[in-house]
């Protein structure tokens, strides 16, 4: 069986699924990436067995033909090729021959009915979203994931429906994201499901800031995305998430008010003598006034004073400088609005105008 592709056809597909190719795999064939072609469109599948990756495109020959490559020898070899040559793909029994130009290639293939499939899914919500405010929504949540925690259900992003609500969250016990989205849902009560971490980062890299529609399917085991070009497949997390709400302080009494680059880079400074493992500084507020203070074991100290909108009475509170600055990188407001009530609360962290995505940070003991 013979096919030609063009490598800028091939190489943007191949990219896409790619990152569902885990480096080391129990199964050999999930090293290989599933090569269809029928009817003049090609198909490009990836799994880990808890995520699958599937990318169409159109070809110019109308042969059918199914084997898989090895995914990231075919990704390496079509990056080197040279720009808008075309490929020629001999396929035999267990190999394939690529050819392009003077270049010649002999891949290693594995049988396309050995490749595992997710199962089929028993969609029971299905409704769409704008691409750009779903990959949004993402950016603004996902830094807040628990990497690798024991509590396996903050492994992962919440996403929680209502009739007229959206919401994202992510917590990892320390610090809480939380993303809204104001839309009409085809739920009548509140349903959640947990994204996997690796769903999570990889639907943050494949989704654009277009505004065309993605369709998203859930069923009781798995997520599905659809946009023009891709299929994203991911089970979900059999866990519950912690009740959120309670974390989020609704007391906070005193309100401060900065500018978002000003506050960003004193911390950057001020973080450069924190102390290493804990990263913490203490932030002492006073009318108008910020002093952000750090030291560390080595006896070294920074300390930096900022005007602020603040006419409450003094505070000083400790954090770990890493988690304001994940919030602060993410919030795109000129100035970001600080509640907080006390030295041992967390405090909540917004644009001054929108409270569409809600940072909680938790305090630290200095």
């Known amino acids: 069986m013979n096919i030609i592709i063009n490598r800028e056809a091939l190489l943007g597909p191949l990219q896409h699924v790619i990152g569902a190719v885990e480096r080391k795999q129990t199964l050999p064939i999930l090293g290989n990436v599933l090569f269809q072609s029928s009817q003049g469109q090609l198909s490009l599948t990836a799994t880990d067995l808890e995520i699958e990756l599937i990318a169409n495109f159109k070809i110019d020959s109308q042969e059918d033909l199914a084997t898989t490559l090895p995914a990231r020898k075919l990704f390496d070899i079509c990056k080197a090729l040279p720009e808008k040559s075309d490929i020629n793909f001999n396929i035999d029994d267990n190999k394939v021959n690529m050819t392009s130009g003077r270049s010649r290639f002999t891949l290693s293939s594995l049988p396309a009915q050995d490749f595992p499939r997710l199962d089929e899914i028993d969609t029971q919500l299905d409704f769409n979203i704008p691409q750009g405010t779903f990959k949004l929504l993402i950016e603004k949540t996902a830094f807040a994931m628990a990497q690798q925690d024991v509590r396996y259900y903050l492994n992962g992003l919440l996403m929680e429906l209502e009739p007229e609500n959206l919401k994202l969250v992510a917590t990892d016990g320390h610090r809480l994201a939380l993303s809204e989205y104001k839309t009409s849902l085809p739920v009548s009560a509140v349903k ?7 769903g999570v980062l990889e639907l943050a890299r494949l989704l654009t800031h277009e505004e065309n529609m993605v369709n998203i399917k859930i069923s009781p085991n ?25 974390v989020i302080p609704v007391d906070g009494n005193k309100n401060l008010k900065v500018n978002r680059d000003l506050l960003k880079q004193s911390l950057h400074r001020i973080a450069i003598l924190s102390n290493e493992k804990y990263r913490g500084i203490r932030l002492s507020l006073s009318p108008n006034n ?72 938790m305090p630290m003991r200095l």
């Open 192 to 198: 959640q499901i947990i994204i996997p971490r690796k």
């Open 222 to 246: 798995h997520i599905r995305i659809e946009t023009d070009a891709l299929v994203f497949t991911s089970k979900l997390i059999d866990g519950k998430f912690p009740d959120y709400n309670r």
């Open 290 to 361: 910020l002093n952000i203070q750090a030291n560390n074991p080595d006896q070294e100290e920074a300390q930096e004073e900022i005007t602020v909108q603040y006419d409450e009475s003094n505070v000083e509170i400790g954090f770990n400088v890493t988690y304001l600055l994940d919030v602060l990188a993410v919030l795109n407001s000129e100035d970001v609005l600080i509640k907080l009530k006390d030295a041992n609360s967390s405090c909540i962290i917004t644009a001054p105008d929108s409270e569409q995505f809600r940072y909680v940070v």
